[in-house]
């Protein structure tokens, strides 16, 4: 039995009960990111102003996740009123469905609901419907990416409160962003939101505020994993392809609708090309180079998709090496300040050039590529034992499946690390080699 709290509660003490409620909700181990240990969507429901009939409210969707984005068709929340109240009015968004108003005559509300489902609006809305900091289609941008595209509000006007004039929160808070896997903790009423006005010169708190946070679970939004890993290396002809069965295993009929066989033709049921993985994103990590102080990396992304682009996506990789100074050179990129020994950065696509991951075709596979050049670390830098491979990759927010480490691309037999030539070295063989042969003619 969940219990809903009307108590004056401090911020931290809130954070504490949301905690203990999502742990209920959701095992720890699949709702906590430990590469983005306090990711979630907040929502914040503010009552700002009192009217005759009721309140006017703003509903903020902030964005915490430093690498999960909420991409096209958009977000969509949704939530139960606690007694017979309407959406009299809304900016910045707008509710689905109207709902049966039949008992209003003069003037029909915006919608009467009583588990209204709400959407954002298009960037070109009219600005009479517009609301400040609304109406980008629902996307939200991962936080470490674009922290000022991160959020949205729109405003409403609720009426209709019955025998509670000062409002009630909402109950069961739904987020699909724009899929399911989120799972949102009741609206608690916390410290009151200070509100700017007057371009920021005036601070007005808003008469009361009510908090909820939704985390992500990849075991409640996908039924197997979206993306896996390939290795492969300059000094090994082996490649490491993508665990078998990694999204799924495809039939054996050649007839099948599960995925497209090459030479296939395309229609809408087949959408994913039949590969042994069967995911529809792979990412490939490929040891190009190894100079004297840095070593190079070509990290290629493609997409099976057959139908289906990935706009604003974003890869994480966790690598011991990405403590030290990385160069890439067509992905934008970002190190996360995470208390791991192994360094963690966020690569994503350069607005105009490859911020759009296209869909495979006929003649060509979709994909975008950057090589990455990464300074060594003395103490730390070798080839061996699978040193050189990303210990843990992320699509779009959700983990990619991993070949197992003893399928890795390894070093030769006959030495255990590859260097470039040392130079003194290199000088000292070429002496004794002329000094020998100069003693051999004499």
């Not at 969707?61 to 139960?80: A, F, I, S, T």
């Not at 042994?276 to 180079?289: A, E, F, G, T, Y």
């Not at 070295?425 to 070429?430: D, E, F, H, N, V």
Request: proline share 7%; net charge neutral.
């Amino acid at each position: 039995m969940v219990l809903i709290v009307h108590l004056h509660l401090p911020w931290v003490l809130l954070n504490f009960i949301l905690l203990l409620i999502l742990v209920v909700l959701c095992t720890l181990s699949d709702c906590y990111d430990p590469l983005d240990p306090n990711g979630n969507i907040s929502i914040t429901f503010d009552i700002y102003q009192r009217t005759q009939d009721g309140y006017l409210a703003r509903v903020t969707l902030e964005n915490y996740y430093q690498y999960r984005h909420v991409d096209k068709p958009g977000w969509q929340l949704g939530w139960q009123w606690a007694n017979d109240e309407v959406i009299w009015s809304i900016k910045g968004a707008v509710a689905t469905d109207q709902g049966n108003c039949s008992s209003y005559t003069s003037q029909l509300p915006h919608s009467c609901k009583k588990d209204p489902l709400i959407v954002d609006l298009p960037a070109d809305v009219s600005p009479e419907s517009r609301s400040e900091h609304c109406c980008n289609g629902g996307i939200l941008s991962a936080r470490a990416i674009n922290p000022l595209s991160s959020f949205t509000l729109f405003e409403l006007e609720v009426r209709n409160l019955g025998q509670y004039p000062l409002g009630q929160a909402p109950n069961n808070l739904t987020l699909l962003a724009p899929g399911p896997g989120y799972t949102c903790s009741p609206l608690l009423q916390t410290d009151p939101t200070v509100i700017s006005s007057f371009n920021g010169q005036r601070q007005v708190p808003a008469l009361r505020t009510w908090k909820s946070a939704c985390t992500y679970s990849n075991f409640m939004a996908n039924k197997s994993p979206i993306c896996c890993v390939s290795l492969s290396t300059f000094y090994n002809p082996m490649i490491t392809p993508c665990p078998d069965c990694s999204c799924g295993c495809s039939e054996a009929d050649k007839a099948s609708k599960s995925c497209i066989r090459l030479g296939n033709t395309i229609s809408e049921e087949n959408i994913i090309a039949c590969t042994k993985h069967m995911c529809p994103i792979r990412v490939h990590w490929h040891v190009k180079n190894n100079y004297v102080t840095h070593w190079r990396v070509k990290l290629t992304i493609s997409n099976y998709n057959y139908r289906s682009n990935y706009s604003n996506w974003n890869v994480l990789l966790q690598h011991p090496a990405f403590s030290q100074n990385t160069t890439s050179y067509s992905f934008n990129t970002a190190k996360l300040p995470l208390a791991f020994q192994d360094g963690v950065s966020l690569f994503w696509g350069i607005d105009y050039y490859n911020t759009e991951l296209v869909h495979s075709d006929k003649d060509q596979q979709g994909f975008v590529s950057t090589e990455i050049l990464l300074e060594k670390d003395p103490k730390s830098f070798t080839l061996s034992n699978g040193w050189a491979f990303p210990r843990r990759v992320y699509f779009n927010g959700e983990n990619c499946e991993m070949p197992l480490p003893d399928t890795f691309p390894m070093l030769p037999n006959h030495t255990n690390t590859l260097r470039p030539p040392n130079i003194i070295l290199l000088i000292i063989s070429l002496f004794c080699f002329w000094t020998k042969a100069s003693f051999h003619f004499q």
